[in-house]
């Protein structure tokens, strides 16, 4: 739960938004690891941490592209199914328009994969 309670007892200021959300990347990417070779007790524990510290990261204010742009990324890659990633062409359409009107929202390239795939 030390992801959890980093961002759990700190409110962030407009101006640290920005390496909140980093911090909060990183640390679901060690989550996202550690997932990998957990048992089932540990996995979900690992999931609701990993659930809560999403549902953090997205709550904070966004005041910024490179914020929002951030956020965006990190939905794509720990909260939408795979079926939303890879390159564009390669997507349902439907999925394709959604993702492209998101991403233009944040200010990305709505043609480009945010994820870096």
């Not at 909060?24 to 809560?52: K, M, P, R, W």
């Not at 910024?64 to 079926?83: G, I, Y």
């Amino acid at each position: 739960m030390t992801a959890q309670l980093s961002l759990a007892s700190f409110t962030p200021a407009a101006n640290m938004t920005s390496s909140m959300l980093s911090l909060a990347e990183n640390q679901l990417v060690e989550l996202d690891y550690a997932l990998e070779g957990a048992g089932t007790e540990e996995s979900d524990a690992i999931l609701d941490e990993h659930s809560a510290l999403v549902e953090k990261a997205l709550a904070m204010p966004a005041t910024s592209d490179e914020d929002r742009a951030k956020q965006v990324r990190m939905l794509l890659n720990h909260v939408m199914p795979a079926s939303w990633l890879g390159d564009d062409q390669d997507l349902n359409w439907e999925i394709a328009m959604a993702r492209r009107l998101l991403l233009k929202f944040a200010g990305l390239d709505p043609m480009v994969d945010p994820t870096g795939a």
